[in-house]
């Protein structure tokens, strides 16, 4: 069972918001890993190499990625193969149920939705397995764009990432560095924006 209500904000947000549902903060422990390219997991196919480096590219252009996604992302463009794979096996079901139907003379017409039809030992029909197949892992496929924000629908609940090192110290307020001299890598309040 997944996780309830909506997705939370991040801290940040929350603040320049005006804190809204006024429960108390907690700025310590949110991860904010950095911003890079994962190495691509040694058993993806040919597919999924190439959905890699072209969807790679505009993830770390939107600082959405780091290291630590690269099984979420292998997953990701593994589904994208997947798809493919199943699309064009139905393809060439419709293909050769429309040459068998070519080559038999028939009163009935050509229908190249029988591709997605089967039927079972009793003579019952149902979908196609390539089709179950497909929509299955096109299920898979939206739930995991749906996590990288990548469907139009989750866009607007992806939570940004810092490029590089450099993250928001708004709550951290400066932090000492080894002289004791208070140290400003960020900005450290409202009036610094």
């Not at 006024?22 to 040694?42: F, N, W």
């Not at 139009?152 to 939570?159: F, G, L, T, Y």
């Not at 993250?167 to 450290?188: I, W």
Request: proline fraction near 6%.
């Amino acid at each position: 069972m997944g996780l309830r209500g909506p997705k939370s904000k991040p801290t940040e947000l929350k603040v320049l918001e005006g804190n809204r549902g006024h429960r108390p903060m907690i700025a310590d422990g949110q991860l904010r890993p950095m911003v890079e390219t994962p190495d691509p997991p040694k058993h993806l196919g040919k597919e999924a190499r190439k959905e890699w480096k072209r969807i790679t590219v505009e993830l770390v252009r939107y600082n959405i990625i780091s290291r630590l996604d690269q099984q979420m992302l292998g997953m990701l463009c593994q589904a994208v193969e997947r798809v493919a794979l199943f699309e064009t096996a139905l393809q060439r079901r419709m293909l050769r149920i429309l040459t068998e139907n070519k080559e038999r003379p028939s009163d009935q017409e050509q229908d190249p939705a029988q591709a997605y039809i089967a039927r079972t030992s009793q003579g019952y029909e149902m979908q196609c397995i390539e089709y179950q197949l497909l929509n299955k892992e096109r299920e898979i496929l939206m739930k995991l764009l749906g996590e990288f924000g990548l469907s139009p629908a989750m866009r607007a609940r992806v939570v940004l990432g810092q490029p590089g090192a450099k993250q928001l110290t708004l709550f951290e307020g400066g932090k000492a560095d080894g002289d004791g001299k208070e140290k400003k890598d960020g900005p450290q309040s409202f009036a610094e924006f």
